[in-house]
């Protein structure tokens, strides 16, 4: 199908491009990696007459680790940090979850800023921000914000961000030392959006129990959910196969899952107990739990 007619802008500065995004409104969207905009486009769900393509902006290439936080300049594909070692040992949790991302070739386009502010319901990196408590630098004419991820998905497909502002940096805090993690889900096959997934830690405090546990559902809702009560429930218990059962059926109880022809809410909701209980635990064992 053809994409309807646009005008193709090409910014070598972010200044430019936010001034195109600022004089053009909601007749422009950004275009970075153009692996869910160009679809959406051909298929006539977004008709932006003009596109922003970021590409050429040097200043948002850059992969960073600033010791606390690992930054990901907006044009950072999720394949760089796939293959990045410095990624797979500081946040393992997104390590983990990049191959899920369709396959190599979208991987190799589609950029991790992209992800987040396309904020499909179903996509693991949104989920992956939610559960390292990560933030999005964002900028417009107007000024810069910096927002947590938590305040950033707003339901499917939309986010906090406003017409005239450009993601520009994704900063994703360094995993403790000590502190397990867990990225599992449920596909169809293979790089198919996911039917359902968990992101999971857990670190453990003085005498083996969990000091701080954190749980994010994903395709379960209009966003990626942090499971705090759950969470709460799970600071100072004793990290047993039987607190995981527990604590996997109370984050399963109270969802309200879409039911459509990949699966009913119940089945949804069974997955999502045993997804959560199966994160849980392989968080506690790389946290040190004995098996
Ligand atoms: C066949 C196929 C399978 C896929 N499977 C999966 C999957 O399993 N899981 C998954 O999560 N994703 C999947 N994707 C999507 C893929 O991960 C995309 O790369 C990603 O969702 C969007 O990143 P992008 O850089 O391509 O963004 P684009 O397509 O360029 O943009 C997507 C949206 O985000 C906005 N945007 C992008 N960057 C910025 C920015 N810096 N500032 C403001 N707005 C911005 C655009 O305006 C647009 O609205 C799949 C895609 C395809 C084609």
């Known amino acids: 199908m053809k994409l309807p ?3 193709h802008n090409t910014p070598a500065t972010l200044e430019e491009a936010l001034d195109l995004l600022g004089e053009h409104g909601d007749e422009a969207k950004v275009i970075a990696g ?18 922003v393509d970021i ?28 293959k990045s070692s410095v990624v797979a040992e500081r946040a393992p949790v997104l390590a983990e979850a990049l191959p899920h991302i369709g396959h190599v070739s ?16 179903s996509a693991e990196l949104p989920a992956v921000a939610m559960v390292t408590d990560a933030h999005v630098v964002v900028r417009s004419r107007r000024g810069e ?13 939309t ?10 940096e994704v900063r994703v805090p360094a995993t403790l030392p000590g502190a397990g993690w867990s990225f599992q889900e449920v596909a169809r096959r293979q790089g198919d959006f996911a039917l359902i997934g968990v992101a999971a830690m857990v670190a453990l ?13 994903f395709g379960v809702a209009e966003r990626p959910l942090r499971i705090r009560t759950v969470e ?16 996997a059926a109370d984050a399963a109880r109270d969802l309200e899952p879409p039911s459509d022809v990949h699966g009913s809410a119940a089945y949804r909701r069974h997955l999502a107990a045993v997804t959560v209980r199966r994160a849980l635990t392989a968080a506690a064992a790389r946290a040190g739990v004995p098996g």
């Open 232 to 247: 709460d429930a799970l600071a100072g218990a004793a990290p047993s196969p039987e607190a995981f059962e527990a604590a």
């Open 55 to 82: 590409n050429g902006i040097a200043s948002l290439a850059a992969m960073e680790d600033r010791g606390d936080v690992l930054a990901f300049g907006a044009i950072v594909r999720e394949r760089a940090a796939e």
């Open 159 to 168: 986010t906090s961000l406003a017409d005239d502002e450009c993601l520009v």
């Open 106 to 121: 979208i991987r190799n386009r589609g950029t991790i800023g992209g992800s987040l502010a396309h904020a499909d319901a």
């Open 205 to 217: 405090g003085g005498g083996g129990s969990i000091d701080t546990a954190r749980i994010c559902v």
């Open 34 to 51: 153009g692996q869910s905009l160009v679809p959406m486009m051909a298929m006539r769900l977004a008709r932006p007459a003009q596109l």
């Open 5 to 7: 007619p646009l005008h």
């Open 145 to 157: 914000r910096i927002v947590a991820a938590e305040d950033f998905f707003v339901g499917h497909f």
